[in-house]
C-alpha cells in the first residue's frame, strides 16, 4: 500500500510563510501533487512536482525529493483566505501500467490575524 | 466550461435505501474518478474509467457499491442497499490523461445515511 504523512493541523499568522510537509512511502511513484480544499468544498488543484526540485507558481511553491519521499508546500505572505485543507497526493503507476492518485489525509491551516 | 457536474448535492436516506449519485465529467476529459472523503479516512479513490471502461476498482469498499459510465459524459455510482457507515462525501473528478493531467473535482455529493 501507500504511506503518506502530512500533519494534521498548523496555524500561522496573516502576512508570515509556512511550509507544510509530506512525506511518503511508495513503489511505482509516477509524481506528487498539492490541492487545496476550502471546508465544504472540493479540492483544487494548487502544483505538481515530478522531477526534483522546487516550482514556483506566486505566493505557493511546491518542493520534492524523491530520494527522501519529500516534498513541501510554501505559502508566502499568508492571507485570511488561505485557511484551508492542504492536500498531498502521490501519483503511482501500478503493476498494470495505470495511474492511480492516493492522497495524504490532509493538512489543515488556520490563518490568525 | 461549466466544469465537472454532480448531482445531487445533498441526499439523505435511510439505512437499506438504494442511492444513485450522478456525475458529467469535463467535455474532452477521458478519464473519469470517483472517490469518497471522510473525516477518518481522508480522500480516497473508489474507481476510475478511461473511455468510459472500468480500469481500477479496487477501492470499492464491497459488492453494495457499483458504478457505469454508458458515454463519454455521464457516470453513476450506486450503493445498494445503503448503511450508516456509507455516509461521507463523494466527488467526482475528471481529467485529460492520468500520466500528466491534473484531477478536476466536482463539487460532490455530501451523503446522509440514517
New interface residues.
Given amino acids: 500500500g501507500q504511506n503518506i504523512d502530512q500533519p494534521t493541523e498548523m496555524t500561522a499568522t496573516e502576512g508570515a510563510i509556512v511550509q507544510i510537509n509530506c512525506t511518503y512511502q511508495t513503489s511505482g511513484f509516477?509524481g506528487l501533487?498539492w490541492y487545496q480544499q476550502h471546508a465544504g468544498?472540493?479540492?483544487?488543484?494548487l502544483s505538481?512536482n515530478v522531477l526534483d526540485g522546487l516550482e514556483e507558481k506566486g505566493r505557493f511553491s511546491s518542493f520534492l525529493s524523491r530520494s527522501k519521499g519529500y516534498s513541501y508546500l510554501l505559502l508566502k505572505e499568508l492571507q485570511m483566505k488561505d485557511s484551508a485543507s492542504y492536500?498531498c497526493?502521490v501519483?503511482v503507476i501500478?503493476q498494470?501500467g495505470?495511474?492511480?492518485?492516493?492522497?495524504?489525509?490532509?493538512t489543515r491551516l488556520t490563518v490568525i490575524p | 466550461d461549466a466544469g465537472v457536474i454532480q448531482s445531487p448535492r445533498h441526499e439523505v436516506t435511510e439505512m437499506g435505501q438504494e442511492v444513485t449519485l450522478r456525475c458529467k465529467p469535463i467535455s474532452g476529459h477521458d478519464y473519469l474518478f470517483w472517490y469518497r472523503q471522510t473525516m477518518m479516512r481522508g480522500l480516497e479513490l473508489l474507481i476510475y474509467f478511461n473511455n468510459n471502461v472500468p480500469i481500477d476498482d479496487s477501492g470499492m469498499p464491497e459488492d453494495r457499491f457499483s458504478a457505469k459510465m454508458p458515454n463519454a459524459s455521464f457516470s453513476t455510482l450506486k450503493i445498494q442497499p445503503s448503511e450508516p457507515r456509507d455516509s461521507a462525501v463523494y466527488f467526482c473528478a475528471s481529467s485529460r490523461r492520468t500520466s500528466v493531467d491534473t484531477q478536476y473535482f466536482g463539487p460532490g455529493t455530501r451523503l446522509t445515511v440514517l
Fill in positions: 509516477n501533487f468544498e472540493a479540492p483544487t488543484f505538481y492536500l497526493a501519483r501500478n498494470t495505470a495511474n492511480n492518485l492516493f492522497f495524504g489525509t490532509g
